[in-house]
């Protein structure tokens, strides 16, 4: 039996594909689709980083928009306003990993407490557990929008520990992202990597965790053993 912890599940890249966008680009962009889909990703995280480094905020709205048009914009790319408004609604509509409703809810029978904690802003991570069926099981969310400042900032870790009523040392970071799983842990967290590529690659910032699964069903598991 597991003895219950505070799981805080980031989300883009863990429980939901952000990738999957490119189905959605495809009717727009042909096969560039998926490079414009990992271009938009890697410059939402990019400028997440530079505005905290900065000491300036904008919501994860307007990164994602911003994003959204580098990407296009480096192939060259130009849609319609309407064309990007429905691509910035299908981003509340990604679609959830296979292994995450089978994982959270054995997470949750084994009396575990599931949160989000995400760069999204509420209103995006809101629509999205609606969307994706992830409310219930899962029972906080929690943004950076409350603290103003992105992942892997140590306020953003201590900030969720403290809406999680549990010291950081006993909250545990879920995420795919090595720089999300490294920041946790710098911050006093436990973590465990769901390595989604299935192929090790963690990051040479930091050591991988101790804990690390290839899906939430063998976090599940990983949980039960970790108890014994
Ligand atoms: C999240 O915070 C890192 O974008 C990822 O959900």
């Known amino acids: 039996m597991a003895i219950p912890e505070a799981l805080a599940f980031d989300v883009y890249g863990t429980l939901v594909d952000p990738i999957g966008i490119a189905a959605e ?34 919501d994860f709205e307007w990164v994602t928009h911003r994003s959204l048009h580098q990407a296009l914009a480096v192939v060259g790319l130009e849609l319609s306003a309407g064309a ?20 959270l809810d054995r997470l949750r029978e084994a009396g575990h407490t599931l949160a989000i904690l995400s760069n999204g802003t509420p209103r995006m991570l809101e629509r999205l557990a609606l969307n994706a069926g992830l409310r219930p099981p899962i029972e906080e969310i929690v943004s950076v ?19 999680l009523r549990r010291p950081p040392g006993e909250v545990r970071l879920v995420s795919s992202n090595p720089f999300d799983v490294v920041g946790a842990e ?5 973590a465990a990597w769901v390595d989604r590529s299935g192929v090790g690659l963690f990051d040479t910032l930091g050591e991988p965790p101790r804990m690390v699964v290839r899906s939430l069903v063998e976090l599940a598991a990983e949980l039960d053993r970790a108890a014994v």
């Open 186 to 190: 710098t911050a006093g967290m436990r």
């Open 84 to 103: 990007v408004d429905e691509l910035m609604a299908s981003y509340d509509r990604l679609q959830r990993f296979d292994d995450v409703a089978e994982g």
């Open 25 to 58: 680009l495809e009717r727009h962009a042909g096969d560039a689709a998926r490079r414009i889909a990992e271009t938009w990703r890697q410059k939402q995280i990019e400028y997440t980083f530079r505005l905290s480094m900065m000491e300036r905020y904008e």
């Open 145 to 163: 929008d409350e603290v103003r400042v992105y992942k892997p900032s140590p306020r953003v870790y201590l900030h969720a520990a403290e809406r």
